[in-house]
T-cell receptor
Framework: DSGVTQTPKHLITATGQRVTLRCSPRSGDLSVYWYQQSLDQGLQFLIQYYNGEERAKGNILERFSAQQFPDLHSELNLSSLELGDSALYFC?????????????FGQGTRLTVV | SQQGEEDPQALSIQEGENATMNCSYKTSINNLQWYRQNSGRGLVHLILIRSNEREKHSGRLRVTLDTSKKSSSLLITASRAADTASYFCATGNAGNMLTFGGGTRLMVKP
């Protein structure tokens, strides 16, 4: 168990809908990262938050947004969903050290858009 | 686009044999990490090697890094059926954002 909790584990929704994925980082970790894993694109970095502030942005679509709350949990909002958004969405967290370090991944949310 | 490319994409070996996976990347890095993923589940960190290191060991794992060739290799010695998984290299840079390769699917036959 990595200590990172993601909910829900599975989500099935229709095209055009909006969903929210939730992530609770490990205790003490200030950084939260979101990744998308799909068959055609592989593992792609979406966005990073550090202590409530957006720190880095990757290949995140405009239809997607995220935030990190004062209690450090994070939510990834996906709207106007398309079939191609079906993927595994991972959240990861890392310790608040100055040195570059490993990331701890949650078990992911499997999103299926039908 | 992905920073790293892994080779081979798939590898099948017998239990007890060694498995070697290679990773190449494109830009300068702070560190390179290897992760393991069991079918459709979360990624588990295996080992991190910093850009000023050339080799690192952890149990049955040995990682090398050649920054002049922008490449790394992961060696799993005396493989077990339980090592069956996908293995990803990831390069870390500013902000600790990870850029992943396409992964190597390893199957270890008992």
């Amino acid at each position: 168990d990595s200590g990172v909790t993601q909910t829900p584990k599975h989500l099935i929704t229709a095209t055009g809908q909006r969903v929210t994925l939730r992530c609770s980082p490990r205790s003490g970790d200030l950084s939260v990262y979101w990744y998308q894993q799909s068959l055609d694109q592989g593992l792609q970095f979406l966005i990073q938050y550090y202590n409530g502030e957006e720190r880095a942005k990757g290949n995140i679509l405009e239809r997607f947004s995220a935030q990190q709350f004062p209690d450090l949990h994070s939510e990834l909002n996906l709207s106007s969903l398309e079939l191609g958004d079906s993927a595994l969405y991972f959240c990861a967290s890392s310790p608040p050290t100055g040195a570059r370090t490993e990331a701890f991944f949650g078990q992911g949310t499997r999103l299926t858009v039908v | 686009s992905q920073q790293g490319e892994e080779d081979p994409q798939a590898l099948s070996i017998q239990e007890g044999e060694n498995a070697t996976m290679n990773c190449s990347y494109k830009t300068s890095i702070n560190n390179l990490q290897w992760y393991r993923q069991n079918s459709g589940r979360g990624l588990v960190h295996l080992i991190l090697i910093r850009s000023n290191e050339r080799e690192k060991h952890s149990g049955r794992l040995r990682v090398t890094l050649d920054t002049s060739k922008k490449s790394s290799s992961l060696l799993i010695t005396a493989s077990r059926a339980a090592d069956t998984a996908s293995y990803f290299c990831a390069t870390g840079n500013a902000g600790n954002m990870l850029t992943f390769g396409g992964g190597t699917r390893l199957m270890v036959k008992p």
